[in-house]
C-alpha cells in the first residue's frame, strides 16, 4: 500500500489477536450482516414510501439530482462498465485487503478498524431493519437506469422481492461508502507519505459509483459519514509510543577541568614565596 509507514513502535508493535480467532469472527460478523440483510427483505410498499422520503428530502435540500451523475456515466461502456465492476467487486476485497494490511503492518491499529468498522455495519443493519428503503434505480419519478441489469456486471436479481442473495431495500446507508471512507481514514492515521491524503480519492470515487449506477441517494452516503463519524468518537485511536532520543555520548572534559594542577608543579603545599614547603615542618 504505501511503502513509507511510521516506524515500527508503540502499537505497530502491539501484540497481534490470533489469526484464527480474528477470521472466524470477522466472517461471523459477514454472515449476521448478511442474514440480517435478508431478514429485512419483503418490506416493498414501506420501502417505496421512504424512498419517496427521501427523494422529497433531497429536493427540498437543494442536492443535485442523482440523473446527473448517472448521464455522466452513460455516454459509452468506457464508463459505465467499469463504474459496474467497481460497485461489484471493490467493496469487499478493499476492505478485506485493508484489514490484513492492518493486521500484519499494524495490529493495533487493526483491533481500533475492525471495532470501527463492526460498530458501522451493527448500525446500518438497523437502519436497514427500521427504515426499508428502495434505491434510486426503482423510483419511477427519479427517471434512473439500471446500470447493473443493462450493462453489467450486477449482485442483484431482476426481481428484489425474490432475491435471496441480497435485500435490495437496504439502501440507507450505503457501506460502500462508509468502509470506504474508513479505509481512507485508517490509511492516513497509519502510514506517512506526504501523498496519504489521496488515499480519499476512494471514497470520492465510490461516491460517484454508488450514485452513478442508481444504487444509493446522496443521503446515503451522508447518513454512512455520520454513523462513521460517531464510531470514531466512540472507539479510541491508538496513539503510537514516541521515540526516546538515545542518550547523548558524554563529551570528554578539557585538561583544565580534569587536572587543574599544572604536571609540572612540585606536590605538597606552597610557601608563601611560591617555594615547595616541608610536609610536617613547624610554624
Do not use: C
Request: proline content about 9%.
Amino acid at each position: 500500500m504505501d511503502s513509507r509507514t511510521e516506524p515500527e513502535t508503540g502499537t505497530a508493535t502491539a501484540r497481534r489477536p490470533p489469526l484464527v480467532r480474528e477470521v472466524l469472527l470477522v466472517a461471523g460478523l459477514f454472515l449476521v450482516y448478511k442474514t440480517g440483510r435478508v431478514l429485512a427483505d419483503g418490506h416493498t410498499a414501506e420501502a417505496f414510501r421512504n424512498a419517496h422520503r427521501v427523494w422529497g428530502w433531497e429536493r427540498s435540500l437543494h442536492l443535485p439530482g442523482e440523473g446527473a451523475v448517472q448521464s455522466a456515466l452513460l455516454h459509452g461502456d468506457a464508463l459505465v462498465r467499469p463504474a459496474n465492476v467497481y460497485y461489484v467487486a471493490v467493496h469487499f476485497a478493499a476492505t478485506g485487503a485493508f484489514l490484513v494490511w492492518l493486521y500484519i503492518r499494524r495490529p493495533g491499529h487493526y483491533l481500533w478498524a475492525r471495532r470501527v468498522l463492526a460498530l458501522v455495519t451493527g448500525a446500518a443493519l438497523a437502519l436497514h431493519l427500521t427504515f426499508p428503503l428502495a434505491p434510486p434505480r426503482m423510483l419511477d419519478v427519479a427517471h434512473l437506469v439500471d446500470t447493473g441489469q443493462m450493462y453489467g456486471p450486477t449482485v442483484y436479481g431482476a426481481e428484489p422481492d425474490t432475491d435471496s442473495l441480497a435485500n435490495q431495500f437496504a439502501a440507507m446507508p450505503s457501506l460502500h461508502f462508509g468502509w470506504a471512507l474508513m479505509i481512507a481514514v485508517g490509511l492516513i492515521a497509519t502510514t506517512r507519505s506526504r501523498w496519504r491524503p489521496l488515499w480519499l480519492l476512494h471514497p470520492l470515487l465510490t461516491l460517484v459509483v454508488i450514485v452513478g449506477t442508481a444504487n444509493h441517494y446522496w443521503l446515503d452516503a451522508a447518513v454512512a459519514a455520520v454513523l462513521l463519524g460517531i464510531a470514531l468518537a466512540v472507539v479510541r485511536v491508538p496513539s503510537p509510543v514516541p521515540h526516546r532520543p538515545a542518550a547523548a555520548p558524554r563529551e570528554a572534559e578539557p585538561d583544565a577541568v580534569r587536572d587543574p594542577v599544572p604536571s609540572s608543579a612540585p606536590a605538597g603545599p606552597v610557601t608563601a614565596d611560591g617555594g615547595p614547603g616541608l610536609v610536617g615542618a613547624g610554624r
